[in-house]
């Protein structure tokens, strides 16, 4: 009995020794591959770079406005303009154009804008970006002409007016800004 129980303990023992160990996994779990997010750059470098943007695209409307407005007859196609204003902004655009020429009247001269002021810059997820800005629109140098060339300008005519004015990318090119809205600022006349 006791040489059984030595040989089983040897057997058991022998077997226990000879058996391939299996590694402890201490190696860290390799992590699937996935993309790391990437983020937009900005659509301008700077706050000046916005503003300079912001003021040609401004100058750019206000010619092409201009130009309908001292249009003999006026003009009923309006496309010139609509590519200086984003497509939620452009009916109202066309509509007062509209009026302006339906009333009979002819621009000589031109408007300017003077005193931009940045009020913001931002950029949006999608690689868009929108830029406010403060302005003075001055039409002092447009008057204002009836059928017969006679000058119909008001005399009370305000010719400079507050304004604060909202720009938006263009999807096609983001750093071309299209008027995508302009307010009479109703705060103290920086004008």
Not at 31 to 58: G, I, Q
Not at 108 to 123: E, P, Q, T, V
């Amino acid at each position: 009995m006791t040489t059984v129980g030595i040989l089983l303990l040897i057997v058991a023992t022998l077997s226990g020794c000879s058996a391939n160990p299996t590694p402890s996994d201490t190696a860290s779990p390799i992590a699937d591959a996935t993309a790391a997010p990437t983020e937009t750059a900005p659509v301008f470098s700077s706050n000046e770079e916005a503003l300079a943007a912001a003021k040609a695209a401004y100058a750019n409307y206000a010619a092409l406005s201009d130009d309908v407005m001292r249009s003999a007859p006026a003009p009923k196609d309006f496309t010139k303009v609509s590519a200086s204003v984003s497509e939620a902004y452009l009916p109202q655009v066309v509509q007062a154009l509209d009026s302006f020429s339906t009333a009979g009247h002819i621009g000589k001269g031109a408007s300017s804008f003077d005193s931009i002021a940045l009020i913001r810059y931002s950029d949006s997820p999608y690689g868009l970006a929108e830029v406010e800005v403060y302005m003075c629109s001055d039409v002092s140098g447009l008057r204002l002409l009836d059928a017969s060339g006679a000058d119909v300008t008001p005399a009370q005519r305000i010719d400079r007016v507050p304004l604060q004015v909202r720009f938006v990318s263009s999807v096609g090119s983001p750093s071309t800004l299209l008027v995508d809205k302009e307010d009479v600022w109703s705060g103290r006349d920086f004008c």
